[in-house]
């Protein structure tokens, strides 16, 4: 079956709703009802309904739905193959659902993410993507990191923000209104587009205030937010007034190797990569897309000696302006590389700022079996001992430099 979004005529049609609530009590039986919806000669058809669930991720339920008919390939069936997530407890304070949507058909548009099939109460259904699901482990190998950086690259090229504000300003498609953070001051006096630094405001908005410690943790995390953002956002870096359309969540489980044999295999040691989940998509300086996928290549565990040193960043760098170069029509200045090796740089806390209020906010409404409250102090932890180093705290306390700080430090 083909992809229920193509579009005709250079119009995208109405992408299909599912009233149905995916169950996590009932997996098999609410996965069915679901793809045989949008697959119904499945329901009747002849083999087996394969469903295997995937456990990379800490916030949603993630499945793979395939039909083994008779006569196919593995290959075949793969293609066939449906992917089905279905969203967290109360995630909706943290991600615009309507949104992610949007972003995702207008990425599947681009080339830039697999067919986005249905939209259901909690959850979407895709085309699967044939290859292998990194580890923390492959992000580190040569030909892995170099795959990314030329991806990630294409990414910022092809999907201009503008185009990625109008995916982000239309109404959705079952008819709920967009869930818009509160506005903030732009230093850029950019026009009003929900980018990370609203995402994050809207995050710090939704902290838990019930106790004088939250109220006063709360103030804090504000505090700092105001002041990352006065810091930070200078308009530097490639893309619109130094924006780009971001994933924001590239973490190990969100890249894909694809098979060394597929038609869109190329160089690169045999290895080229693919994104998946889009639900933290949104603009923002590619400078903290890079250094939150940086953050992530040491995985949950956060083992700060995975990360990149100096000379490691910047041949990323130069690999991922290569490839923006060659898939953007706007010129970038001939000193990016330098520019770019600085804002990296500068942004390297901010990861540990964006998922410390966000797994502060996990810890009060998740139903997952992971220590969100523990997780958020380490990643706070990355930002203020960051913050340590940005105002010379650290130097006149006369404290040694952590870890963290230490191997962003070596060449």
Not at 35 to 46: F, G, L, S
Not at 77 to 100: H, K, P
Not at 277 to 302: K, L, Q, R, S, V
Request: a negative charge.
């Amino acid at each position: 079956m083909g992809a229920p979004n193509g579009t005709a005529n250079g119009d995208s049609p109405q992408l299909p709703y599912i009233d149905l609530v995916f169950d996590n009590k009932h997996v098999d039986d609410s996965a069915r009802a679901l793809v045989y919806r949008i697959q119904p000669k499945w329901r009747e058809a002849p083999g087996t309904l394969e469903i295997v669930r995937f456990t990379e991720g800490i916030t949603n339920t993630l499945l793979k739905v395939s039909k083994y008919l008779p006569g196919q390939s593995h290959a075949d069936v793969d293609r066939e193959s449906i992917l089905l997530r279905a969203y967290g407890n109360n995630t909706e304070i943290l991600i615009d659902r309507d949104r992610e949507a949007r972003s995702h058909a207008l990425l599947a548009e681009r080339g830039l993410a697999p067919p986005l099939l249905a939209r259901f109460k909690n959850g979407l259904l895709y085309r699967y993507i044939i290859g292998q699901v990194c580890t923390p482990g492959d992000l580190i190998t040569e030909p892995v990191w170099r795959a990314v950086a030329k991806r990630l690259g294409e990414w910022h090229a092809r999907l201009p923000v503008d185009s990625a504000s109008q995916a982000n300003d239309v109404d959705s498609t079952n008819g709920t209104t967009p869930n818009s953070p509160r506005p903030y001051s732009d230093p850029e006096g950019r026009k009003p587009v929900q980018n990370i630094w609203s995402v994050m405001q809207k995050w710090t908005d939704a902290l838990p205030c019930d106790t004088s410690k939250q109220r006063a943790r709360k103030e804090s995390l504000q505090k700092e937010l105001s002041q990352s953002i006065t810091d930070l956002d200078n308009g530097r870096g490639p893309g619109s007034h130094g924006l780009i359309f971001g994933h924001c969540d590239l973490l190990s489980a969100n890249v894909i190797m694809l098979p060394r044999d597929s038609a869109s295999s190329n160089l690169d040691g045999g290895i080229k990569v693919s994104f998946i989940d889009y639900e933290y998509a949104t603009p923002c300086p590619a400078a903290f897309d890079i250094a939150n996928h940086f953050a992530e290549w040491g995985g949950y565990d956060c083992d700060y000696n995975m990360l990149p040193t100096k000379s490691i960043r910047r041949h990323f760098l130069q690999d991922y302006l290569e490839s923006y170069k060659a898939h953007s029509d706007n010129p970038i200045s001939d000193d990016m590389l330098d520019v770019l090796v600085d804002e990296v740089d500068r942004y390297r806390g901010m990861p540990g700022l964006y998922w410390g209020i966000w797994a502060l906010i996990q810890a009060t409404i998740s139903q997952i079996d992971f220590d969100y409250a523990s997780y958020a102090e380490v990643r706070l932890g990355e930002y203020f001992a960051w913050r340590a180093e940005q105002n010379g705290k650290r130097v006149q306390e006369g404290t040694e430099m952590p870890l963290r700080e230490r191997r962003w430090a070596e060449n």
